[in-house]
């Protein structure tokens, strides 16, 4: 059913028009009428008709300026004239504009119900034609793709017959014929015997949510070999575990799907299509003499043992610049030892930002957590700059992160430690802990310990005794004042402690040192 716009700003030929043409019995499902080309323009936007019948002498805005407008916004729409004047310029400019006819007023109902009738009839050939061109697309589209099937089941269980047609194939799909490529099975199979037909439904839609993934992405090739399993034609990369990282990314969404993961089973590297027989042929060897594997994905063992080697260092590298947090030079070197392994291993890009993200992270909470203060956060901005950095780039930029962290550090460092010292003088004489006053700065003790010996090449409470002593000599030397009161004054409140730390740091007790210092 269609959708007719009436335009006329004569309100009784406008509703004459609406209410003579039995609408619904010749195929129009709405009608719709418009006062002035204005109100017709925001019909169309909202209502978007196929049809429309204007007049041509209209105050607001004249039907040829209302056609022209109408069809830069919809070309395709059927529009027929209404005029009380027959006149040849009209008719000439009508059929510039490509309106479907032209009537003169007064309307003959019959005409007008007999030609809304044909518009109907070439709107519903037209959607005829567009259904069976779609269909035709959708048939061909089908048919190459399981063409293709057929090459890549030939090329993996070695009998090509057509190396020609499949050489026109990968022109057309403009697919490099030494290109590396890798294999990759996946576990149900497809139309297996012993399978439920539940079973089939689920590796077909595991097979479909593949070429969405894979085909699409023009990743790759999504195919069956002769036993029915989900093959996965990789065209891989110089990094060596990149098809592990798009394999594993397959799994998530599966995971997400199914609630569980098939089995994938990785072949060796090769270069070009014609040996894929060998990458197919490694992988199925790892599935017959690994079918009690736990892990999903399984490999080969240089594979497996070269990201197991570099995890661990990894994770060590990670754990030493976490432990030092506080020291920027060391935290720095330990991270350029990490980006000089990924080059070692040739780790592809996507694990190397994974792990770059991660010690970001980490580095960053680790500061917050001992600082106390959130501070302005990058770290949405460093993951978005992440997304698609390659290896080198991905190092550069967690490197110049850090750097800025630190450097936002050194610049808050002096600033602390120098409130803490007028803090320790103010209260010389009073209770002094580290605790206390870590807590009066809003830092932890830990981080705010390792900034103060940074600064001032000592402890803290290293620090308040040499304080305590040095204010200790002074009252000594200037005053008469008893030993017990100068210690109550410099934070002691056991004289006898106060003389042993007195002697530790003088040499002396307190009162030889006030005897040596007035003879």
Not at 221 to 242: C, H, N, R, V
Request: with cysteine; net charge negative.
């Amino acid at each position: 059913m269609y959708k007719v716009l009436i335009v006329d700003d004569e309100k009784i030929i406008r509703m004459g028009i609406k209410n003579i043409i039995p609408w619904n019995a010749i195929g129009f499902q709405e009608v719709f009428a418009a006062a002035s080309g204005n109100e017709a323009l925001r019909m169309i936007e909202e209502h978007k008709p196929d049809v429309m019948i204007t007049d041509i002498q209209m105050t607001e805005m004249t039907g040829l300026q209302l056609i022209e407008q109408v069809k830069a916004i919809k070309s395709d729409m059927r529009i027929v004239v209404l005029t009380g004047y027959d006149s040849f310029d009209y008719a000439r400019e009508c059929l510039r504009m490509q309106v479907v006819d032209f009537l003169l007023k007064p309307i003959d109902e019959d005409l007008l119900t007999q030609l809304m009738k044909d518009q109907v009839e070439y709107l519903d050939q037209k959607n005829q034609e567009i259904k069976l061109a779609s269909r035709m697309q959708r048939t061909q589209g089908a048919s190459a793709q399981m063409q293709l099937e057929e090459y890549m089941r030939d090329l993996v269980h070695n009998r090509l017959a057509d190396p020609a047609g499949f050489q026109n194939l990968l022109m057309e799909n403009r697919y490099a014929e030494d290109q590396k490529m890798q294999i990759v099975i996946l576990v149900p199979t497809l139309y297996a015997d012993n399978k439920d037909i539940s079973e089939n439904f689920r590796a077909m839609s595991i097979k479909n949510i593949c070429i969405g993934m894979v085909d699409a992405r023009e990743e790759g090739i999504t195919f069956m070999d002769d036993d029915g399993k989900i093959i996965l034609a990789y065209f891989s990369g110089e990094q060596a575990d990149e098809t592990v990282e798009r394999v594993e990314q397959l799994n998530h969404i599966l995971k997400d799907e199914f609630n569980s993961m098939p089995k994938a089973v990785i072949g060796s590297s090769v270069d070009g299509f014609k040996n894929l027989y060998v990458s197919y042929n490694d992988a199925k060897y790892l599935l017959e003499h690994e079918k009690e594997n736990i892990h999903e994905i399984i490999q080969s063992y240089n594979a497996q043992s070269r990201v197991s080697m570099f995890q661990q260092i990894y994770m060590e590298l990670k754990n030493v610049m976490t432990a030092n947090v506080g020291n920027s030079d060391y935290v720095l070197k330990a991270f350029q030892t990490f980006c000089k392994a990924t080059e070692s291993y040739n780790l592809s890009s996507a694990y190397v930002r994974r792990c770059c993200f991660e010690i970001a992270s980490v580095l960053y909470f680790s500061y917050i957590s001992d600082s106390g203060e959130a501070t302005d956060s990058k770290i949405n901005a460093l993951l978005q700059s992440l997304l698609h950095a390659q290896r080198e780039e991905a190092c550069e930029i967690t490197r110049n992160y850090i750097v800025q962290l630190f450097s936002k550090e050194e610049l808050n460092i002096h600033e602390i430690v120098s409130k803490a010292k007028k803090y320790i003088d103010q209260y010389l004489g009073e209770e002094l802990s580290v605790a206390n006053i870590a807590a009066g700065l809003y830092i932890t003790p830990n981080y705010f310990s390792r900034l103060f010996k940074k600064v001032c090449g000592e402890g803290c409470n290293e620090y308040i005794v040499r304080k305590r002593i040095e204010k200790a000599k002074f009252l000594l030397e200037t005053s008469n004042m008893k030993t017990g009161k100068i210690a109550m004054l410099v934070g002691y409140r056991d004289t006898n402690y106060f003389s042993l730390a007195f002697k530790k740091h003088a040499g002396v007790s307190p009162t030889k040192y006030r005897e040596n210092v007035r003879e």
